[in-house]
Structures are given as C-alpha cells and as structure tokens.
C-alpha cells in the first residue's frame, strides 16, 4: 500500500456528507465554483489511480480531465443509496483509464494486452513510513488491527476502485459479507479520525 491509498481513507473518512451533496447538487444545476471545489478536493486521488494504470503522465492527466467532466455532465447518475461517492468516483476513473489502455494497446496493435489483475505492482508499492503523516501512520497502524477480511476488502475497494460486487466475486464471498466487512472497517477507521481530531 502507498501513500495515495491513505490519502483515499482520509477523504473517505473526512469528507462531510451534507456539504458533497451540496456540491453535487450545485453542479448539476451548473454551478461552476462547485465543481472547482470539488476537483480541487479529489483531483490527487483520481490523479494517482488513473496514473497507476497508465504509467504515463500525459495519460492521466487526460483521464483526470475526462472523470470531472462526467462529473460535471451526470453528476446525476451518483445514487447515495448504492454506496460512497468516492466508491463510485474511483470506480468510474479505474474504468476510464481501463479503457484508454485497452484503446491504445488497440491502436499500437499489441498482441498481448496488459493483464492489470496480474501486474499487482500497478497497484501496491512498498509502504515508507517516514513519507506518512502521524495520521496516516495512525491509519496504518489501525489497518493493520483489523481482521484480515475486512482489510482486504477495503484496500480492493479503496486503493483498486473496485465495486462490492467486483469484490465479491474475487474474494469468492457473498455480497453481503463484503458490504459488512467495508462498513465495519470504515467505522474503525473513522473513529481513529475522530479520536485525532479531538486531541
């Protein structure tokens, strides 16, 4: 795990929900300084997830582009009653950038596409404490004291922008466990945030 898949804990856990559905709801009646500040929030981590697929700067700048431009465009078709908004933000950036590989790897007429499942560098890098803040570390630490299940099924749904069901069938478990393993993990994790923010 690297620094990029702690930065998404943190906005998952720090993010306040009403003021995102402000925000949604002020860019889907077009209110551009929404969307700014909405990019402004998550553009790191869209960033790095497109990144970590494309290995090519220009690649994910391009894809990062496109993501908030959906955003702006089908803001819309997010549904608060099928999961996290950042579930579904990384969701939609890995797909995007899948697909912009598989389009260039198309055009370059490679014969053998890149297997992102295989290459599991694509998504984990060695974790270098010194790089983290005392939260992350906190994070890590508190990540480390969940049951392994449940720290699975997280890093699946927040460092590779899996859905439930996605994690589902490649842990070969039901549904339902997974949605419980994720909430509980995130509850832990969230108290983690609230103890440190009130020391």
Known sequence: MNRQFY?????AIAMDPQKLVNLLDQIEHNYEPALVELYDYYVNVVYSVSYQV???KQDAE????DVFLRIWNKSALYNPDKGRFLNWLLTMTRRIAIDNLRRKQRVSQVSNPISLDEKEYLWETAL???DLSDLQRMLASAL???PTD???AIQLAYFRGMTHTEISEHLNKPLGTIKSHIR?????LRTVWISTEQT
Request: charged share 30%; hydrophobic share 30%.
């Open 144 to 146: 480390q004291e969940l």
């Open 150 to 152: 449940y720290r699975d």
């Open 62 to 65: 391009e894809v990062t582009q």
């Open 184 to 188: 509980q993990g995130m509850e832990k």
């Open 7 to 11: 930065q998404t804990i943190l906005l």
């Open 54 to 56: 494309l290995e090519n």
């Open 128 to 130: 270098i404490y010194d």
